[in-house]
Structures are given as structure tokens and as C-alpha cells.
């Protein structure tokens, strides 16, 4: 199996799509057509984990944080990023980042947050906007099924937890065939009265071109009648962070030696108590500063994330608990997934979870 073909299946289950157009997600190095070898899981592709992948010999680096964030002017080496690339490079390892479409991912980092602290109800804390799209195509009653077919193949109608998800109305349509034209049916010069449905189904913006050439291909009329909407509606199945619900409410002490012992902490920088339960709970790994507001608006009683700034710490405005949990701490659990998805959907090659320590930050207690 190629390192192509091994992505492509990847990203079956996470969309490079769902990334932030900040992020720097995909191939970074490597040659698409090489054959794998096997598959190393990490945090972070450093150094020191390019040469595990060296020792273990495997070839693709599966990480969760892309080494290579913003562009390269030389590769010499003179830096850790240059050092790690010029190593894969060298010696024919292939890295792939996921990073913020794992993020957006509805079981992805935050998923794991939630599930480790027992939340349950779970529902996104950022939906994405602007995301959504709508297809109305008209069809003859008889290709209905067919065309309807060809859509939910295309990723058409897939909607949180269902999919095949359509509307159709049926009605009469007209049309009169021109010099030129090749009608399914009808004669030129002659206006035709046609027993149409019309098909509604959503979709996210990024499936829009494969959906399009689907809708084409199984449709029988020679120039397709449809339109492609823009909707306001949040996608409340992609987007940043997780919020939930324990079954039981708890007291603010208690949440913190609880969320301690759950993530192997060695501290937690929080903001003042509210001397409020702690029943909801916002989540959002790695730099979450930017999902306060959310998580307020929410009415989360608690926030965890990590990267939280001194003045941060004040917008929770004795409203809500904010718990910095530190990044790599938020996101520990990030390898594990990535090595459970990989493991069920390649079983033809070795993958292995990097044994090496990346996290950059330690703490003198």
C-alpha cells in the first residue's frame, strides 16, 4: 500500500477539510508513491521520534501537530524544525500531519476530553459556520431514485448521526428544446411538459465539486436544472471544543482533585472559585483561550483547556470555573485515538505509538 493510498483512507474518516485555514495539515514530507512500511503515532514529529521511526523501521509518521507550521527558506539544519525534516527526508520517512481536522472532528481531541471525564451529552462548543450548503436539482419521477442514489455516495445528505437525508416534491416542469440541442425527450421546437421531483439535500461546502459531478453523471437530461444555496445554519456536528454533562453534580474542590487524578496532573492553574456545582463542563485541548466565551454562554459551570492567559482568567467573571490544564496535557490523548483509528483500518503493516517524550514544558514542584 502506498503512502497515497493509506492517506486517501485516512482522510476517509478525518476530512483535511474540517482544518482551519490557519493550519498546516496534509503530506508535509515525502513521496506520495513510496509503499509503507509501517505507521508510527505521535504528538510531535521531532528529532528524536523521526529516529524511532528510523530504528523501528517505519516509514510514515502519523503526528498530531504539524513540524512544519508556517514555511521553510533554507533546510539546514540550524533549527529543531529543519533538524526533524532534514532527518525524514534523508532517510525516506514521510510525515502527515492532522492537527485542527482532528480538532473539528466530532470524536476527535475533545471527544477524548469528555470521554475520559465521564461526560455525557455530549455536543460541540464552536459549531462551524459558514459550512453548510443546500442542492435542489429537478428530476424526471423516474431517475429520482437514481439521482438520489448517486448523491448520498457523493457524501450528499449525511447529516450528525444519519445519512441519506433528502426532501422531494413532485411537480410539473417545462422546457422546449432548440436548434442544437439533444433532449432525453421531446422534440425540438416543441415546449414539453415534464413529470419532475425536486431533490433537496445538504451538504458541507468542501464535498460540493464531488457531489456536483455525481448529480451530473446519473442524471439523464442533457442541461441539469439545480441550485446550490448557501445556509446561515451551524454544522453542530464539526467545529472547536466539546461540552457536557456529569450525572452527578460535584463541588468545585472536589472537580479539580478529580480532573487532577484523571489527566496525571502535577498541577492546574484555575481561576477563582464560584462556590457554585460543577455539573456542566466545556472542554477544548491544546490553546483555548478563545473558547471562553462559548463555554459562558453555554452555561458551562467548569472550562479546561490549557495556554490560558493572566488576563484570560478574568472573563470568567466569578461565572464559571476556567481550569488550565496545560496544552500537551489536554491533548494526551490525542495518540491513542489516532493509533485506534489506524489500527482498524490497516492491517496489513506495523503501527506503533511513539514511546518518546515530547511535550517541551516540565514543572519544578
Not at 202 to 212: M, P
Not at 234 to 263: I, P, R, T
Not at 310 to 318: G, I, K, M, Q
Amino acid at each position: 500500500m502506498t503512502i497515497r493510498e493509506v492517506i486517501s483512507e485516512i482522510e476517509k474518516r478525518i476530512p483535511l477539510q474540517q482544518a482551519e485555514d490557519f493550519d498546516n495539515v496534509g503530506l508535509l514530507c515525502g513521496v506520495p508513491e513510496r509503499e509503507v512500511s509501517g505507521i508510527l503515532v505521535c504528538h510531535d514529529a521531532l528529532e528524536n521520534v523521526v529516529e524511532e521511526a528510523i530504528q523501528k523501521k517505519l516509514n510514515l509518521i502519523v503526528c498530531f501537530h504539524p513540524i512544519i507550521f508556517s514555511g521553510l527558506k533554507s533546510l539546514t539544519g540550524k533549527n529543531y524544525v529543519e533538524r526533524a525534516v532534514l532527518k525524514a527526508i534523508e532517510n525516506k520517512v514521510a510525515i502527515y500531519a492532522i492537527h485542527t481536522a482532528f480538532d473539528n472532528d466530532f470524536f476527535g481531541v475533545n471527544a477524548g476530553i469528555c470521554n475520559q471525564l465521564g461526560l455525557k451529552e455530549m455536543k460541540i462548543l464552536q459549531p462551524k459556520k459558514d459550512n453548510l450548503k443546500q442542492l435542489t436539482v429537478f428530476v424526471p419521477k423516474d431517475h429520482s431514485e437514481k439521482v438520489k442514489e448517486s448523491l448520498f455516495s457523493a457524501g450528499a445528505g449525511n447529516i450528525g448521526f444519519y445519512d441519506e437525508c433528502s426532501f422531494s416534491i413532485n411537480g410539473n416542469g417545462t422546457f422546449r428544446p432548440i436548434e442544437g440541442s439533444n433532449p432525453f425527450s421531446g422534440k425540438q421546437n416543441i415546449r414539453e411538459n415534464a413529470d419532475e421531483n425536486m431533490i433537496s439535500v445538504i451538504f458541507e461546502g468542501y464535498k460540493q465539486n464531488q457531489i456536483i459531478s455525481a448529480m451530473k453523471s446519473s442524471h439523464p437530461y442533457e442541461e441539469v436544472a439545480y441550485q446550490i444555496y448557501s445556509l446561515d445554519n451551524e454544522n453542530q456536528y464539526s467545529g472547536l471544543g466539546m461540552y457536557g454533562e456529569f450525572e452527578e453534580a460535584m463541588n468545585e474542590e472536589d472537580f479539580l482533585c478529580f480532573v487532577k487524578e484523571k489527566f496525571n496532573l502535577e498541577m492546574i492553574r484555575y481561576s477563582g472559585l464560584t462556590n457554585k456545582k460543577i455539573k456542566r463542563v466545556g472542554v477544548l485541548g491544546g490553546s483555548g483561550a478563545s473558547g471562553i466565551k462559548s463555554a459562558l454562554s453555554k452555561k458551562c459551570d467548569a472550562y479546561l483547556t490549557g495556554d490560558v492567559k493572566y488576563h484570560d482568567f478574568f472573563l470568567a467573571e466569578s461565572k464559571m470555573l476556567i481550569c488550565d490544564i496545560g496544552h500537551y496535557e489536554s491533548e494526551q490523548w490525542v495518540v491513542k485515538q489516532l493509533f485506534e483509528i489506524l489500527s482498524q483500518k490497516f492491517s496489513t503493516f506495523a503501527i506503533s505509538k511513539s514511546n518518546e517524550k515530547t511535550n517541551p514544558v516540565n514543572y519544578f514542584l
